[in-house]
T-cell receptor, first 115, second 111 residues
Framework: DTEVTQTPKHLVMGMTNKKSLKCEQHMGHRAMYWYKQKAKKPPELMFVYSYEKLSINESVPSRFSPECPNSSLLNLHLHALQPEDSALYLC??????????????FGEGSRLTVL | SQQGEEDPQALSIQEGENATMNCSYKTSINNLQWYRQNSGRGLVHLILIRSNEREKHSGRLRVTLDTSKKSSSLLITASRAADTASYFCAGLSGGYNKLIFGAGTRLAVHP
């Protein structure tokens, strides 16, 4: 079982809705990540938080808004999404050294469908 | 952009056979990692090989790294039906925590 918990597992939303994806880890990791994955494609990096500060934004549209309220939680706020944003959204965390020294621990993902 | 390109894109074998997947990357790396993903699930870390290592083993997994050719391979020996999954290589690209994934190989192991 993964130690990174993502909720909800499935989300269906309209293009005018506002929703949030949540991610939680209790491993003491100080780096947290959001990836987006389309079917039969690799995960694409969206955001990285290091010590609760946004350190990487891969030019993600502003309709995706990340938030890291504390070292254990990571949110992804969604607003005015497009159908092409439908995908599996994966959260991950890693130790202080980040990906340079060790592995990323992934959650099971939130399957998002935008109608 | 992808850090690694995997070869083959899909691989179908019988139980007991070995499976070899290759990964080529474009930029210099500090380490290269391999992950496994069952259909529609999260990714699970398999093994990490550092740039100063040439080969690493973990159970039925063997990973090699050739930094001169910018390539890595993952060998799964004596495959099982439960090994059916997608396998991705991943490397750091231009940033401390910027882990970028290759296209992946979809492995199907038939009983």
């Amino acid at each position: 079982d993964t130690e990174v918990t993502q909720t909800p597992k499935h989300l269906v939303m309209g293009m005018t809705n506002k929703k949030s994806l949540k991610c939680e880890q209790h491993m003491g990791h100080r780096a947290m990540y959001w990836y987006k994955q389309k079917a039969k494609k690799p995960p694409e990096l969206m955001f990285v938080y290091s010590y609760e500060k946004l350190s990487i934004n891969e030019s993600v549209p502003s309709r995706f808004s990340p938030e890291c309220p504390n070292s254990s939680l990571l949110n992804l706020h969604l607003h005015a999404l497009q159908p092409e944003d439908s995908a599996l959204y994966l959260c991950a965390s890693s130790q202080e050294g980040g990906a340079i020294t060790g592995e990323l621990f992934f959650g099971e993902g939130s399957r998002l469908t935008v109608l | 952009s992808q850090q690694g390109e995997e070869d083959p894109q899909a691989l179908s074998i019988q139980e007991g056979e070995n499976a070899t997947m290759n990964c080529s990357y474009k930029t210099s790396i500090n380490n290269l990692q391999w992950y496994r993903q069952n259909s529609g699930r999260g990714l699970v870390h398999l093994i990490l090989i550092r740039s100063n290592e040439r080969e690493k083993h973990s159970g039925r997994l063997r990973v090699t790294l050739d930094t001169s050719k910018k390539s890595s391979s993952l060998l799964i020996t004596a495959s099982r039906a439960a090994d059916t999954a997608s396998y991705f290589c991943a490397g750091l690209s231009g940033g401390y925590n910027k882990l970028i994934f290759g296209a992946g190989t979809r492995l199907a192991v038939h009983p």
